[in-house]
């Protein structure tokens, strides 16, 4: 991201979830605060028909599988949170939160979780912003912990906060690591693993290799690297499935799912008849600090 400026891609992932929510069924992630939080154009989009028309026919075509992706992505996190909440667990923290609306859509959990938010402050500011001029209140069970990537880690953030080490966590780094060089990566999940207790568990998702991407997908892939490219956020991290297992053990992580295309299109996608689909380039894993 541009420094002085919040996250365009955070306001794209919640213009995806709007129109998704508003627009499409059956819904896979239902966010009714997502168009609050969506970037301008996407609120124009949402609010005149013939323009979106226009757009979803004709310019976002070839990238509709990465809506499906940003959908997919935030629903398998949430269904594997809930799960380990059942479990007993306790804290939730969200690395690279952008405009996440998890607290607000589940307020039942109010005396049940510590969410611990962590992102870049100039993200964070545009978030209180929009709450305060949408006359909404962070939720008690939030808690912001800035922490600037370019010189700090989530470690960094953490500890400035409430969060409690000595507990198990529930980690979500979503829509991120795409954006990352693998150092950066490594260095992240090392130092998340570094700081949580035994049985805390991550989810992310990952950027495939193209030579690893179906001919027939990789239009789309390409088709998103410009995109994002001419907004300042360049996809430039890449992971190999084969190496998955390894390269995590090697940062205090052991692999227990990692969701490729088809089992994200039959976890999610099924029964539709509107064309949205997973994207082929993407991939879900799911670990546990041992």
């Known amino acids: ?27 896979i992630l239902d ?7 969506a970037s301008p154009n996407f609120r124009r989009i949402a609010n005149n028909r013939l323009l979106r028309f226009f757009v979803m026919r004709f310019i976002f075509s070839k990238i509709r599988p990465v809506a499906g992706q940003v959908l997919a992505r935030a629903r398998y996190a949430e269904d594997l949170l809930h799960e380990a909440v059942a479990q007993g667990m306790a ?32 993200t964070q500011a545009s978030k209180r912003q929009k709450f305060e001029a949408l006359g909404l209140e962070t939720p008690d069970m939030v808690e912001y912990a800035p922490v600037d990537f370019e010189v700090e880690t989530v470690a960094d953030g953490l500890a400035r906060s409430g969060f409690a080490s000595d507990q198990p966590a529930f980690f979500s780094w979503l829509g991120t690591v795409p954006y990352l060089t693998r150092p950066a990566t490594e260095s992240t999940l090392s130092a998340i693993a ?32 410009k995109f994002t490219e001419q907004r300042g956020e360049p996809l430039i991290g890449e992971l190999v499935p084969q190496e998955l297992p390894a390269f995590l053990e090697s940062l205090g992580w052991r692999l227990e799912a990692d969701l490729d295309v088809e089992a994200q299109a039959q976890r999610y996608f099924t ?18 600090a041992p």
Not at 194 to 218: H, K, M, N
């Open 1 to 27: 991201m541009q420094k002085g400026k919040a996250s365009t891609t955070a306001g794209d992932a919640a213009g995806a979830r709007a129109l998704h929510t508003l627009f499409e069924q059956p819904v």
């Open 31 to 37: 966010d009714p605060f997502a168009l609050d939080f």
């Open 91 to 122: 804290q939730y923290v969200i690395v690279g939160a952008g405009y996440d609306s998890f607290a607000l859509r589940n307020p039942s959990l109010e005396n049940q979780i510590n969410i611990y938010e962590i992102d870049h402050p100039d």
């Open 194 to 225: 570094r700081f949580s207790a035994p049985g805390s568990r991550i989810v992310f998702d990952y950027l495939l290799p193209e030579y690893c991407i179906p001919q027939e997908e990789l239009k789309t892939t390409k088709a998103l690297k």
């Open 271 to 288: 029964d539709r008849d509107d064309g949205l689909r997973p994207w082929a380039a993407s991939r879900f894993a799911y670990a546990v």
